[in-house]
């Protein structure tokens, strides 16, 4: 039921019956460690490409969300995931590998919550009963393709952010035990400019707060409502501009709720500039992080909202700006 201009409530309210995280050696190490249902040691996943790793991590979460909910792939009824890579090759060849009615997206970063939203529409309006979704990306991928390889070990400035290596995967149903998705705000693309690929989080802060604004204004709700409101991966620099933003707009989210995927991630000491980005940002973070505090009664309801970028290195040579776009999800248990 669309509510507003951009908001979908979904009445019968999705469960996620289970839901897995994947992460490399670098996530392990960080403060989410804990939550991740595999950890690799290993950046390379035992395979001869850093692209072919990352559509382990891919599959690896999707197989562990299935096993968690006792279910088989032949129950998936379709899978929805997106990534970072060209052609989003990850989560095609994922999907090959899963056998399941395949919807690939291309969110950038906003994937994750693209993909709940989307799986969440799917099983409230009857056209599924098990809708998988997914996202992920990968660190030495991500900077092969977008900036320069590892191996280069080219400089970055502080308002850089660090891909996160990892995978979230959620396996949602019509009815069962579980947190359940109540709505989601579908958002614009926000563009205001910026072109630097070393600033994600300030080009994409102004989408964060137009799909936060419109959340609140079609819900007719305030952000107390709320346990915890998470942005995705807008790092240090993109999160405190989205603060200010939303102070300006005269909307007040208490600083005790509201955070960043991009910061609860990692650790200070591991030196990442501003912070985690990436698919695997805000899927892994929510899929394995908030979902088990949800789980364990610390949270009750949640809004998470995906930001993305959606740039490319063609555009980047092509000298344009960078449209970027939120999606927000909301979670009850």
């Not at 989560?91 to 395949?102: L, N, V």
């Not at 991009?262 to 990436?278: C, H, P, R």
């Amino acid at each position: 039921m669309l509510k507003g201009h951009q908001t979908w409530v979904f009445p019968s309210k999705p469960v996620i019956l289970s839901s897995a995280a994947v992460g490399g050696p670098f996530e392990a190490q960080g403060n989410l460690g804990d939550d991740f249902d595999i950890l690799h040691e290993d950046l390379w996943l035992g395979q001869d490409s850093f692209e072919k790793a990352e559509k382990k991590l891919l599959e690896q979460a999707c197989e562990k969300a299935i096993e968690k909910a006792g279910k088989k792939k032949e129950d998936i009824e379709f899978f929805i995931s997106g990534d970072l890579m060209n052609q989003i090759i990850s989560s095609s060849f994922t999907a090959r590998t899963i056998g399941a009615p395949y919807l690939g997206i291309f969110g950038a970063c906003s994937s994750s919550m693209e993909g709940l939203s989307l799986a969440s529409l799917l099983i409230d309006s009857q056209a599924a009963e098990y809708v998988l979704a997914g996202a992920c990306s990968h660190n030495a991928s991500a900077e092969k393709q977008f900036r320069y390889p590892t191996e280069y070990g080219s400089q970055k400035p502080p308002t850089a952010q660090w891909t996160v290596t990892g995978a979230g995967a959620a396996l949602l149903g019509k009815s069962g035990e579980g947190p359940k998705v109540t709505s989601a705000t579908i958002g614009r693309v926000v563009d205001m400019g910026i072109s630097d690929p070393f600033n994600m989080g300030a080009a994409m802060a102004p989408a964060a707060v137009d799909t936060i604004e419109a959340h609140f204004r079609d819900m007719n709700i305030d952000p107390n409502e709320y346990d915890l409101i998470a942005t995705g991966d807008l790092g240090e620099v993109g999160h405190r501009i989205a603060g200010d933003l939303l102070m300006k707009h005269g909307m007040k989210i208490p600083t005790e709720i509201f955070t960043d995927c991009g910061i609860l991630i990692y650790k200070e000491e591991q030196k990442v500039m501003a912070g985690g980005s990436g698919c695997g940002c805000s899927a892994s973070v929510t899929y394995g992080h908030f979902l088990n505090r949800m789980r364990k009664g610390e949270l009750k309801k949640i809004l998470i909202v995906a930001t993305g970028a959606l740039m490319s290195p063609m555009s980047y040579q092509q000298k344009e700006s960078i449209p970027c776009i939120a999606h927000a999800v909301s979670i009850e248990m």
